[in-house]
């Protein structure tokens, strides 16, 4: 929330699976108690590697992400940059490696296209725009 204060007319909302204070509400990342189409941003920072079922997670994350042109950003840890698909680990309280840009941006729908990406010897920052044609 401290990063955006000097921006007016934003209303932040923080998930935790226990914490529940000023704007944050507790809540499942597998099943979140928002509705649908809700978030024009959305940013997960060293949380997702810690999910069960990543698939179900990006399902929601898209669920929840305002359907035009929201931006999703994701930082975690990386283990294996040359893996080809989610390894599930056990080290340090994290369940999934995943990998590289490639291999998170397949976690999500078609729609989900990678914007940015910044990968360093131990995270990766991931910049994601979900743009979905409601025409259709």
Known sequence: KRY????????ITGLDISAVGDDIVEGDMHN???????FDLIISCHSFEHCVE????AT????????KNAIIGIEVPVRNP???????IEEGGDNWDY???RVLTSLFSKDVTLLDQE???TAMRCVLVLQKDNTT
């Open 4 to 11: 955006f204060k000097h921006l007016p007319g934003l209303h």
């Open 60 to 67: 929601e994350i898209q669920r929840v992400a305002n359907k």
């Open 82 to 88: 040359n893996g080809t698909s989610p390894i599930a």
């Open 32 to 38: 979140m108690p928002f509705e649908d189409n809700k």
């Open 99 to 101: 990998c590289n840009p």
């Open 54 to 57: 990543p698939t179900q997670v």
């Open 119 to 121: 990968v360093t010897s």
